[in-house]
């Protein structure tokens, strides 16, 4: 989803190694690669995969059902019926150049490794796990109050405020806040407002 369009990137693109030897993988153009929702592909290492993993079984519109042909468009998604959704992405790379999914990719994730970075230098917070994109999960710890219920509370707060997206999950069965940085136009001040801002609202929990 996020980690494909890492290949565009001469910094990042260390972290698929090893991909070439998978039969398959997703990529959502809409992630990182800029296009309207949803926009994604199943790529495959050998184009027979395709028509025998998800074709429709439907006898009503064809007979041979392992039949390749390339043409019909029903015989290669589970929708029978679909949009020309990667028009969004030629037409990106197009105007564009492959250029403008290495610098997305770059600043993304390098604003991924600085929310880190930030994280770490707040004694009261802690990282999930180092990340390695655009995806950060984090915590507050407070210092008397129930960490995970302290979290929840963080993050039911800052969706009613709606100033900022912050989601939740669970690692290792603790309560995690988790962000996704998708604007490049994302700078450390605006992180920096993230932190104080959920700082405040633990305050107030505990």
Known sequence: AHGGAVIFSEKYKHLIKGIERSDSLIVDFHKMMMTPPLSTAIIYNAGNRK???????????WQDQLSE??????????????????????????????EIYQQNVDILFGMGKQFAEMIKNEKDMELALEP????ICFRYIPKTADADEVNKKISEKLLEDGSYYVVSTTVHGKYYLRITIMNPFTDKSCLERLITKIKKIAEEQE
């Open 51 to 61: 028509v025998n993993e998800f074709s429709p079984k439907a006898a009503y519109l």
């Open 69 to 98: 042909e390339w043409w019909n468009s029903a015989k290669h998604t589970l929708e029978c019926t679909k949009p020309i959704t990667i028009l969004h992405t030629y037409a990106i790379m197009r105007l564009y150049g492959d």
């Open 132 to 135: 390695k994109s655009n995806i």
